[in-house]
């Protein structure tokens, strides 16, 4: 991992203790408009009045999920709450709350999970309002690692699943395609020095420009607007469209066509790129799509195909798409 910034000799996580971190990081944590309980017991509280709850959980390592050298601490907590509050919405629900471990250098300086509880706080802010961090844990790794668990509510409806789906409805997407992957092959061609290693200043001088990948901002609320719009199926685009559209159409026994008009500048990019969090879902024929979805497809009875023609389902693998070598 790359070198932090040097904190002051006795302000990193190792000479402060657990619980002097903890003190100073509570007061940036956001609270849940659902908590009961929060941070500073054994587990946190947290109501359920549909009598369910959505959970779901995802880990951020560093090396094939970030780089310290391209994303803030800010960047950071934002990503770790933008990827989970996307899961609980791909579901139709409203998050309510998130759990955060992780597990740190020991030299590292405090203000590096200073960083990520403000990008925590306020991600949750503006993409979830009246969610919040319930707690969590710390530890100490050699690998800076984040991992948060997410909670919704359903409100009182069924779950919109991937499995839903039926032959002629609509596929719409509300975000963005393709924009992440583009702004980390901007990451990866102009953000490196000459022996291809990640440079912070380089990559300090694209921030308008990648955006999408350090810190997306998916249509949280609008999870909620398709379930209530009559959703059939509807999952997160993590791993690209072609992917991820895949999954959705196997659990549902159908096939999806694209549009690649529909698709934006570069349908290429699109169908492959991963990480926008954006939120693919299916409408019937007859629905009225709720803002900000767009049609992009329609769904039909077999195979992932682009203006008829056959796709090659190409996208994120983290077991296979990552290389340590650009560490």
């Not at 549909?50 to 560093?62: A, L």
């Not at 009246?130 to 668990?149: E, K, N, Q, R």
């Not at 290693?197 to 420009?209: T, Y």
Request: net charge negative; aromatic share 4%; proline share 9%.
């Amino acid at each position: 991992m790359p070198s932090l910034p040097q904190p002051p000799i006795n302000d990193t996580l190792e000479a402060v203790g657990e619980g002097a971190v903890l003190g100073r990081i509570f007061p940036r944590l956001p609270a849940a408009a659902s908590e009961l309980v929060g941070p500073g017991d054994d587990a946190a509280v947290v109501t359920a009045p549909d009598g369910r709850y959505v959970v779901t959980t995802d880990m951020m390592v560093h090396g094939p999920d970030f780089r310290l050298a391209w994303s803030t601490p800010h960047d950071l907590g934002w990503k770790a709450a933008a990827s989970n509050l996307s899961d609980i919405a791909a579901m139709g629900a409203s998050p309510t709350a998130l759990v955060v471990a992780i597990a740190a250098p020991a030299d590292s300086p405090v203000s590096l999970l200073e960083g990520i509880a403000d990008g925590l706080r306020d991600a949750c802010a503006a993409l979830a309002p009246g969610c919040g961090v319930v707690g969590g844990d710390l530890s100490v790794s050699g690998t800076l690692t984040i991992a948060v668990t997410a909670l919704g509510d359903l409100e009182g409806r069924e779950p919109v699943l991937r499995s839903g789906a039926r032959i002629g409805d609509v596929v719409a997407v509300a975000g963005a395609l393709g924009e992440a992957a583009a702004a980390l092959r901007l990451l990866f061609r102009d953000a490196v020095d000459a022996a291809g290693h990640p440079d912070p200043r380089l990559a300090e001088s694209l921030r308008s420009r990648t955006g999408p990948q350090l810190a997306p901002a998916p249509p949280i609320s609008a999870g909620r607007a398709a379930a209530l719009a009559g959703a059939t199926a509807m999952l997160d685009l993590s791993d690209g469209l072609a992917i991820d559209s895949g999954r959705l159409a196997r659990a549902s026994g159908v096939g999806i066509d694209f549009d690649s008009m529909l698709l934006g500048d570069d349908p290429a990019t699109a169908m492959a790129g991963g990480e926008d969090h954006s939120l693919l879902a299916t409408f019937p024929p007859d629905a009225a799509l709720p803002a900000p979805f767009r049609r992009i497809g329609v769904c039909v009875a077999s195979g992932i195909a682009v203006d008829g023609e056959a796709y090659d389902p190409v996208g994120w693998d983290p077991y296979r798409d990552w290389s340590g070598s650009a560490g």
